[in-house]
């Protein structure tokens, strides 16, 4: 007995590979669905920890920001109590500068040259006083600007001539002589000093 089949087979081929391909695309579709799903959820956790980690860093940019500000004024602090106790210091120190004055004086006034009046403000010294010659006067400028570390910076303000009554009879021509000079602080000079006494010694080992 012989079969024969009627029924349109190509048809019946064509409509299972289709329906293959749409159940594989569907799959494909929720396959992809899925691994986009997947990325999304992890890129979303890598965001929320970088917040996380971002927010952590910003407390700490302020915890730090208020110490440095403490820092500052601590720094400030210590500044000022420094140069409070570099004033005290000071202050200790110059007691004697009116000493050293008067003793520099006496040392570095050149024959023929006498004081008249003498002023302090601050560290800056005002003299008066008469020569005998303006070569008197240079003199004493020299000495008062090379051989002491008490006195410094000294400048001829004014310098004129003038007369002096010795007697009834008799009178005398002088320069008189206005200038000012630098008191230099203790601690100054006695650095200078000892960097004199130093280089005097590094001379004297040769």
Do not use: C
Not at 27 to 39: R, T
Not at 103 to 123: F, M, N, R, W
């Amino acid at each position: 007995m012989i079969l024969i089949n009627l029924l349109p087979h190509r048809e019946e081929a064509r409509k299972r590979r289709k329906e293959a391909f749409q159940a594989t695309m569907f799959a494909s579709f929720l396959l992809g669905l899925a691994i986009a799903g997947a990325i999304y959820w992890w890129f979303q956790i890598m965001i929320t920890d970088q917040q996380n980690k971002n927010a952590f860093l910003q407390q700490e940019i302020k915890v730090l920001e208020g110490q440095i500000k403490e820092i500052a004024s601590i720094e400030d602090e210590i500044a000022s109590l420094r140069a409070r106790q570099k004033a005290v210091e000071d202050l200790q120190s110059d007691r004697n500068l009116p000493v050293h004055l008067l003793t520099e004086l006496v040392k570095q006034l050149p024959d023929g040259v006498y004081v008249t009046a003498i002023k302090q403000a601050g560290q800056t010294i005002t003299m008066q006083g008469m020569a005998q010659s303006n070569e008197r006067v240079s003199e004493l400028l020299r000495n008062l600007a090379s051989n002491t570390p008490w006195l410094a910076k000294p400048e001829l303000a004014e310098i004129t001539a003038s007369t002096v009554a010795l007697n009834q009879r008799d009178q005398r021509r002088v320069s008189a002589f206005n200038l000012r000079f630098q008191l230099v602080r203790a601690s100054d000079a006695q650095k200078t000093i000892a960097a004199a006494n130093a280089a005097t010694s590094s001379r004297e080992g040769k």
